[in-house]
């Protein structure tokens, strides 16, 4: 364990945002069958509010100069933040490749940057699965968090020896390549598995607000939970949000970064995907009080490259955002294998 203390370390944590409940007056689908966890219905498609959009007008390769074991590796789930000195860091999964043995499911590594392109990539992995069986068959998808006092928090979903159940932990240290194991921070239950892709922040009164992904109903979701601190305990709220049946989201849904810069309305680039896994990246814009939704996306911000099969992975997925000189910088990672940024425009 880290030598702090759970709740002095939620003390510490840099920035805050807020998440809410789904917007009043939604019009559910009637033909839905309601989620098994939450009894929530599936939403319908409607017209956004014309007074916010995005605009994509610079898409860039992320580069990763490192070992060769790194290299050699896939790589996704690009989480990435500024230090005070300007150095951007980054956490990453990388898997093995197709072609070689499945030996986990991932592990973390970090990295260094003076531009928020070209990362110098750690020697030795921050993250790797084990010793204890919980998260034995591999570590995935890092949430960074920097603490005042330098230090650092780590959400991970760490995958069992079976290597298709897993829930969400973190680990706590002075910098990414001395972290220590703290635990689970949301376990998976029987009927909400794989909680999985942390998106945290905190309240006006202190409180922490967890999304996270579940599993249920062969599908992927979106939770929300509110704790005392960066661990829990956790105390479930309503569903922020729910697939559309008639659009691009209408099966899958992941959480993705918040963008904060304007307090007034705090946005989420999330994940949804058809039932065939066909991940895109879309927005979704809540009040100040992060209470109600006030606007959504009704075509996808971000698709993957055409590809020549149609059998090929056919996924964006997004990571982190961040604000560099004025600039808003997604990044997110391409057919689960390859990382990218794109410089936004909110008009």
């Known amino acids: 364990m880290s030598e702090h203390p759970i709740r002095d370390l939620a003390d510490k944590v840099i920035g805050a945002f807020k998440h809410g409940a789904p917007e009043d007056g939604e019009t559910p689908s009637v033909a839905s069958r309601p989620d098994p966890v939450t009894g ?145 921070a949301l376990a998976s239950t029987k009927s909400m598995g794989n909680t999985k892709e942390a998106t945290v922040g905190r309240t006006a009164d202190g409180h922490w607000r967890l999304f996270y992904e579940y599993a249920a109903d062969q599908a992927s979701r979106i939770g929300l939970a509110v704790g005392p601190a960066v661990g829990g305990p956790w105390e479930e709220k309503p569903t922020p949000f729910m697939p559309r049946e008639d659009g691009w989201d209408n099966w899958h849904l992941s959480t993705g970064p918040m963008l904060m810069d304007d307090p007034d309305r705090p946005i989420m680039f999330y994940n949804g995907a058809t039932r065939d896994a066909r991940w ?43 604000v560099d000189q004025g600039e808003v910088w997604l990044y997110y990672s391409l057919e689960d294998q390859r990382l990218s940024r794109a410089r936004l425009r909110q008009t």
Not at 280 to 297: L, M
């Open 40 to 184: 929530d219905v599936k939403e319908r498609v409607s017209r956004t509010s014309e007074t916010l959009d995005f605009n994509v007008e610079d898409i860039q390769g992320v580069c990763l100069r490192g070992p060769k074991v790194l290299l050699d590796r896939r790589h996704m789930s690009p989480f990435v933040w500024q230090e005070p000195d300007g150095r951007f860091g980054i956490m990453l999964r990388a898997v093995p490749a197709l072609d070689q043995p499945q030996t986990d499911t991932g592990q973390i590594w970090a990295g260094w940057s003076h531009d928020g392109v070209t990362f110098d990539m750690l020697e030795q992995p921050s993250l790797v699965g084990g010793p204890d069986e919980d998260d034995i068959g591999g570590v995935e998808d890092p949430t960074v968090l920097r603490c005042d006092d330098g230090s650092y928090v780590v959400y991970y979903t760490g995958v069992a020896a079976d290597m298709a159940h897993g829930e969400l932990f973190y680990a706590s240290g002075l910098s990414p390549d001395r972290l220590t194991k703290a635990g689970v």
């Open 280 to 322: 895109r990246i879309g927005w979704i814009a809540f009040d100040r009080a992060c209470r109600h939704v006030v606007d959504r996306c009704v075509q996808p911000l971000l698709t993957p490259p055409p590809t020549s099969d149609r059998t090929d992975t056919d996924i964006a997925f997004a990571a982190s955002v961040i």
